[in-house]
């Protein structure tokens, strides 16, 4: 560890704990997907939104958080994220139309968005470069159970309560990790640390976007997190209503994708620590061809068509993940945070709006889905084809 102001046993809870809020808020309501478009009268592409948006307002808010956190350091950039998270919950439990549950939602991807810069920018200043990138692997692990365990609560929750208790369940969480937090956290921010000029100019970022390695692999997390979010948006209203599977079976076929999503990102360091290149490699090789079986198997109606694809690329976003945001954060270890914000912008802001347009191209979830994943082949060329200087790789 290159910072001892904590320990490791702290450290790993604090960041499990900040990692999870943004999971959290998109996974437990999915099973809920249509008792919501229902109860406030909208479509379920409507319903999709309350996804999308919320990851746009996650990437874009790290534009200021993530700079604020190098600047002031991480403990008040994740206090005031878990206030708002707690806040704005509440209020979607209160929502009684649809254009305050949409508001809610943006404000709660405000919330969500300081504790995710926070964890990861934690993640630097507590690791070396190569802990790092097995440190955000497991993290993405731990991710993962989340979607194993969420919808099941959340179906619980819908069938008993009705669809507004996920929110109110979401307060709770963020009233009990609040204080957690506050008896738990010392602040990581290196001495050194360091932000200079306007926290809204721009020009910030000059170095990571002038950086060729830091854009590779911050575009690979894009264009991977699309996939992800074209999934997760698609899925309810295809499995449910075009397959007719019951929320229960909706929530198990979505427990076992993750539980096998568990499962590699527990067993992808092991990949990483030998080679960050060759872990990247096949983790694109698995997402390009998790797409072309989605084509292949597309005129199959069948629940076990559409999530066997899935259950690969599980695979391939644990291995690509992981290295490719380890890879582009280790430049900029004094500037953690503004890193972090550039790849959460990327990450989220850029595959919500991505995913929000796409979703006007009106394919069915197959082929949405596969769409995405098969974006991802000009990178794995890229990757295999050009000299390691150039994507800033070591070959080991």
């Known amino acids: 560890m290159t910072n001892n102001s904590f320990s490791t046993f702290r450290s790993i809870l604090i960041l499990v ?99 995710f810069v926070s964890c990861f920018a934690i993640v630097r200043d507590s690791f070396n470069a190569n802990k790092s990138a097995q440190m955000i692997t497991y993290l993405n692990g731990i991710v993962c159970f989340i979607p194993a365990l969420a919808p099941i609560l959340g179906s619980w929750l819908t069938i008993q309560f009705g669809w507004r208790m996920n929110f109110l369940f979401l307060t709770g969480f963020g009233l009990i990790s609040l204080v957690i937090f506050l008896s738990t956290f010392k602040e990581t921010k290196p001495q050194d640390s360091y932000y200079q000029g306007n926290i809204l100019d721009l020009r910030r970022f000059m170095p990571m976007l002038g950086h060729s390695g830091f854009m590779f692999n911050a575009c690979i997390c894009l264009l991977a997190m699309s996939a992800i979010l074209a999934f997760v948006t698609s899925a309810p209203a295809w499995l449910m209503k075009e397959q007719g599977l019951t929320m229960e079976s909706f929530t198990h076929w979505f427990s076992i994708n993750a539980l096998i ?25 698995l997402l390009v061809l998790g797409g072309g079986l989605l084509i292949a198997l597309s005129s199959i109606k069948q629940a076990w068509a559409f999530m066997l694809p899935i259950f690969m690329t599980s695979v391939g976003l644990a291995l690509t993940l992981g290295s490719a945001a380890g890879k582009a954060l280790e430049p900029f270890s004094k500037q953690a945070g503004t890193a972090s914000a550039l790849i959460g912008l990327m990450q989220m802001s850029g595959a919500g709006l991505f995913v929000t347009i796409t979703q006007t191209f009106n394919l069915n979830a197959p082929m949405y889905v596969a769409f995405h994943m098969i974006l991802l082949l000009p990178m794995l060329i890229l990757l295999l084809t050009d000299n390691e200087q150039t994507l800033h790789y070591e070959m080991s």
């Open 261 to 285: 999503s568990i499962c590699a990102s527990f067993i992808a360091p092991i990949f990483i620590k030998r080679s960050t290149k060759k872990a990247l490699s096949i983790g694109l090789m």
């Open 17 to 115: 704990l900040l990692v999870i809020f943004c999971p959290l808020a998109i996974d437990i309501y999915l099973p809920a997907f249509v008792e919501i478009a229902t109860s406030l009268s909208v479509s379920n592409s409507d319903v999709q939104l309350t996804i999308s948006l919320f990851m746009v307002s996650v990437g874009i808010a790290q534009l200021i958080l993530g700079p604020l956190s190098d600047k002031y350091g991480r403990k008040p950039i994740a206090l005031f994220g878990i206030i708002t998270y707690t806040i704005t919950s509440f209020f979607a439990y209160l929502a009684t139309n649809f254009d305050m549950l949409i508001f809610a939602r943006i404000l709660q991807g405000i919330g969500a968005s300081a504790t």
